[in-house]
């Protein structure tokens, strides 16, 4: 039975997304884009207007889980203010829809997608379209981290699937 996950990463200017499909043992890719807000709208307005868009991409595409990055930001308060907001929405979605929600950390994505925590954006990138049997890297970079995420995702749902059967022993 086919299992898809709609990974997302996270932003205002640009939300990457990507879907993945896992057959039996085989992952391939569903789908990916980016949505890009308006930069002259206020705030407020920029993340309706993602919610609004996800909304249609997401109920076009019925994903069995949602992926969403869990973020870390040092510097920019502005940036990461902004982007967090983004993610609220996003997990407002997938709750409101009745999707089960992951949310892997940077490390856990280039873990999954590399198999090292400590990987490089561009390997991340270039690794996740070999995973998926893609003949060249995925663009924009947002749409690809997002299938990297989606990735990830599959990998967490199939762990929580295992522990919920019973299957893990130590």
Request: hydrophobic share 40%.
């Amino acid at each position: 039975m086919a299992f898809c996950c709609l990974g997302i990463d996270p932003g205002l200017g640009n939300l990457g997304y990507g879907y993945v499909i896992r057959q039996g043992g085989r992952l391939e890719c569903g789908g990916y884009g980016c949505i890009r807000s308006p930069s002259k709208m206020e705030v407020c307005l920029r993340i309706l207007f993602i919610y609004e868009k996800l909304e249609e991409i997401v109920s076009g595409n019925k994903p069995d889980a949602v992926s969403v990055e869990r973020l870390f930001f040092g510097k920019n308060v502005t940036t990461a203010a902004n982007v967090f907001q983004v993610r609220g929405a996003v997990l407002l979605l997938a709750a409101r829809l009745g999707i089960p929600v992951f949310e892997p950390k940077p490390s856990e994505v280039k873990v999954a997608v590399c198999g090292n925590g400590v990987a490089e954006k561009r390997q991340v990138q270039q690794m996740t379209g070999r995973v998926l049997n893609m003949s060249k890297t995925p663009r924009p970079d947002d749409a690809a981290d997002a299938l990297a995420i989606a990735v990830t995702g599959i990998s967490m749902a199939n762990y929580a699937n295992r522990i919920a059967r019973g299957g893990l022993h130590c």
